[in-house]
């Protein structure tokens, strides 16, 4: 057995609402008249002494919030961590390679140290190797360089700490650069533009129309690219692309996705974390996984080709080290129940048309069904919110028919870019739910599923991207509503999360005897959720038309042949991975129209 932990996550820990520090009251150590747990006098919270825990298991078991995890670490993490942020904090063991002219993909789950890596590796953060109370920092660099004394990250970091590296870093946090600075896209790509190459990528990923506007006045898959940009038009050693499809339709994740790899020709190292596996398979070169507990731990396995990468972690087992990280596979084969085809109609439409000073589009007839999941796909400005708009009776189509099972449809809406509230996710949630909340079936079917149980006493202001997508995805599904819309309620969720929302989504759906109208890009997670399909084609700006309801497979098959990629399935994990353009494996399936085998 190897060294044990104590972690208390603060944000979780309640003292005033557990009776007055329970975990100190309940401690064996404790009650014998030693200190193991004892109260923070400046947090307020609890701690735990490490040396005096016996592992009893009492006070994880019994806190009522999720807040403290003891945690025997593995034998072969026996060795202190590359960074420990304070007493009863996070731990992260070792780091990935970074390689010259290689993308190196790094896949884990939310909370686990990928972002805290590339802080380190960026030169943002310095690691204190275990002692967080370290305070002297040209000293622990030092102590970074001789730990990795024996390899070539040695030398990365000597050089890197004698800023004789270059590095270019796209955060995940897009929409913190609007604070820091509000002036116009082009000032700011041209301010940082290092390549001459501000007008040409701007250009290329289709930013024509708001380059003279406000970084304040974009949409979240604009100001993603204009912070990708920003990156890549600078000249460095290295660049770090912390979840870059967020927010990016699916023609744009295949044009950032070559952007990327492209910089390899500048014999930079590359390095992507990302959630969409598809995205993530075809960007990179080589896969390191990322795996732990979250909020407790994180290890970094040995670099893998990509293909066996993602598979092992779907599997959640890496047999070279013989470590199994997860208790369950994830598997793409569809679980959810399909749609009674002889649900009720909700809505039905006829040859609408909507114009607009610079914008026109027009849909032909369709109907949306009770207990449906109706997905939308289809590059960003061709009209998908302006249809929505039209359907739930907040726009006028200027022609055609809408007919509406009832006159006054309640509708639910996730805007795709939430803004958090001053409130606990438990009043978020109680104030959509009502009494529905402390139902059974809701605390398991949404509660569980979506791992908000151990969040409920937390502020939205102080929750990560992925939780706060997950927490405001549970409250429109709450209530009466007649019509669920969720926009890309996928961003920032890792994989795992993604596969328990899509079945809850689905399953809420048909509960509620609701339609639901979900809009991503995540063609996986489409895949999976959708009982049919609307495809958005035309000029992103100008016009768009509309194609469906489809069938699954004729949507999918549709989106990918306007794109000019094809799909395939891999053989072992069933996940779908994008096939290189002019291989024969592409060429074949184009010949046959098959751009997407189901």
């Given at each position: ?198 007008d040409e990528m701007i250009e290329f990923l289709d930013l024509e129309n708001v380059k003279n506007n406000k970084l304040s006045e974009l949409s979240g898959g604009e100001l993603q690219k204009v912070a990708i940009i920003a990156s890549v038009i600078k000249k460095a050693d ?125 849909v032909k007839e369709g109907e949306i069904k009770k207990g449906e999941v109706l997905a939308i796909m289809g590059s960003n400005g061709l009209g998908k919110s302006t249809f929505l708009n039209m359907i739930s009776n907040r726009l006028k189509s200027d022609s055609g028919e ?197």
């Amino acid at each position: 057995m190897g060294r044990r932990i104590a972690i208390i996550e603060e944000d979780k820990c309640h003292p005033e609402k557990c009776g007055n520090y329970l975990c100190i009251r309940l401690c064996p150590v404790n009650r014998e008249g030693e200190d193991c747990i004892s109260k923070n006098q400046l947090t307020k919270k609890a701690t735990i002494d490490e040396v005096t825990c016996t592992g009893c298991g009492i006070c994880p078991k019994r806190c009522p919030f999720g807040a403290i995890h003891i945690i025997n670490l593995p034998e072969k993490l026996d060795t202190l961590p590359i960074h420990r942020f304070g007493k009863n904090n996070f731990e992260l063991f070792n780091l990935p390679t970074v390689k010259k002219g290689s993308v190196v993909g790094i896949i884990g789950r939310n909370g686990i140290g990928k972002s805290t890596a590339f802080e380190i590796l960026s030169g943002n953060l310095i690691p204190n190797l275990g002692d967080f109370n370290a305070e002297d920092k040209e000293l622990l660099k030092e102590s970074t360089i001789t730990k990795y004394s024996n390899t070539q990250m040695g030398e990365y970091f000597r050089e890197l700490y004698s800023n004789n590296i270059k590095v270019s870093y796209k955060p995940q946090r897009i929409e913190l650069i609007s604070k820091i600075y509000d002036g116009k896209v082009i000032d700011l790509l041209k301010r940082v533009d290092e390549k001459n190459k501000a007008d040409e990528m701007i250009e290329f990923l289709d930013l024509e129309n708001v380059k003279n506007n406000k970084l304040s006045e974009l949409s979240g898959g604009e100001l993603q690219k204009v912070a990708i940009i920003a990156s890549v038009i600078k000249k460095a050693d290295i660049y770090f692309f912390d979840e870059p499809s967020s927010f990016l339709d699916i023609t744009s994740r295949i044009k950032v996705a070559r952007l990327i790899q492209s910089l390899k020709e500048e014999k930079a190292a590359v390095m992507v974390i990302e959630h969409d596996i598809a995205t993530l398979d075809y960007i990179s070169d080589e896969i390191q996984i990322l795996y732990g507990e979250r909020a407790c731990y994180g290890v970094m396995s040995i670099s893998k080709g990509v293909r066996n990468g993602i598979n092992d972690y779907l599997e959640g087992y890496l047999p070279e080290d013989n470590v199994r990280f997860r208790d369950y596979k994830i598997k793409f084969s569809r679980s959810i129940k399909e749609l009674n085809q002889d649900a009720e109609l909700l809505v039905s439409y006829k040859n609408l048309k909507k114009s607009f000073k610079n914008f026109s589009m027009e849909v032909k007839e369709g109907e949306i069904k009770k207990g449906e999941v109706l997905a939308i796909m289809g590059s960003n400005g061709l009209g998908k919110s302006t249809f929505l708009n039209m359907i739930s009776n907040r726009l006028k189509s200027d022609s055609g028919e809408i007919n509406l099972k009832k006159k006054d449809i309640n509708i639910s809406y996730k805007p795709q870019y939430p803004v958090p509230e001053d409130i606990t996710v438990e009043d978020y949630i109680k104030r959509h739910a009502g009494e529905e909340m402390k139902s059974g079936w809701y605390q398991q079917n949404i509660l569980e599923k979506l791992n908000l149980k151990s969040i409920l006493q937390n502020n939205l202001l102080h929750l990560s991207g992925g939780e706060l997508q997950k927490v405001y995805v549970a409250g429109c599904l709450s209530g009466e509503s007649d019509l669920i819309i969720l926009d890309e309620p996928s961003a920032f969720i890792d994989i795992e999360d993604r596969i328990h929302l899509a079945e809850v989504i689905k399953e809420f759906a048909q509960k509620k005897d609701a339609a639901c109208v979900v809009v991503d890009h995540d063609v996986q997670f489409v895949e999976y959720l959708a009982d049919k399909m609307l495809v958005f084609q035309g000029d992103p700006g100008k016009n768009g038309s509309v194609i469906g309801p489809t069938e699954r497979e004729e949507g999918m098959n549709l989106i990918l042949k306007s794109l000019k990629i094809t799909y395939r399935k891999d053989k072992d994990s069933n996940r779908a991975r994008i096939n290189k353009p002019d291989s024969q494996l592409d060429k074949e399936q184009k010949s046959k129209g098959k751009y997407y085998f189901i």
